[in-house]
């Protein structure tokens, strides 16, 4: 009779074990998938803001290069040029949250909300398919 308890205690000791390590793992794995979405995220917002950058410092210079030959004055044309990006500057410092922190701050919260939907129809779909096999069980019963 001790054998069969001290059995039954080392057996059901291993299974909550494996469910421990088997639930970390789990979670490990939600972890990463989460971290990766997140990062692509961010590297593709990186990669359209130094494509931004780049495209901006060559209109940059174009734009330059043509106020100084409409003026014969290169030095006046890049000023002008410089002048033109301060007051871009400016605008977009004043108008920073409508521009820039609003749009990311949706962007993410609907990253969220998406992964949060997903979520939850893959519970109502697995709730779903329960109810149609306990019906069918009780069916052929």
Same mark, same amino acid.
């Given at each position: 009779?001790? #054998? ?7 057996? /059901? ?8 390590? /088997?639930? &970390? #793992?789990?979670?490990? $794995? ?8 997140? &990062?692509? %995220?961010?590297?593709? $917002?990186?990669?359209?803001? %130094? @494509?931004?950058?780049? *495209? ?5 210079? !174009? ?7 409409? /003026? #014969?004055?290169? /030095? ?14 400016? @605008? ?14 949706? $962007? $993410? *919260?609907?990253?969220? !909300? ?7 129809? =893959? ?6 398919? =329960?109810?149609? #096999? ?8």
């Amino acid at each position: 009779m001790e #054998d069969n308890f001290s059995n039954y205690f080392s057996e /059901t000791g291993k299974v909550a074990k494996e469910y421990v390590e /088997t639930r &970390l #793992d789990l979670i490990k $794995l939600q972890a990463a998938g989460k971290l990766s979405r997140a &990062l692509g %995220l961010f590297f593709s $917002l990186v990669m359209a803001f %130094l @494509l931004f950058f780049i *495209v901006v410092v060559f209109l940059g210079m !174009v734009l330059g290069f043509w106020i100084g030959e409409m /003026t #014969d004055s290169f /030095t006046m044309g890049f000023v002008c040029a410089a002048g033109f990006f301060i007051f871009l500057l400016i @605008l977009v410092l004043a108008f920073r949250k409508s521009l820039i922190q609003r749009p990311l701050s949706n $962007l $993410l *919260v609907k990253e969220l !909300v998406e992964e949060i939907q997903e979520k939850q129809e =893959e519970k109502e779909r697995k709730k779903q398919e =329960e109810r149609e #096999d306990e019906k069918e069980y009780h069916e052929n019963i």
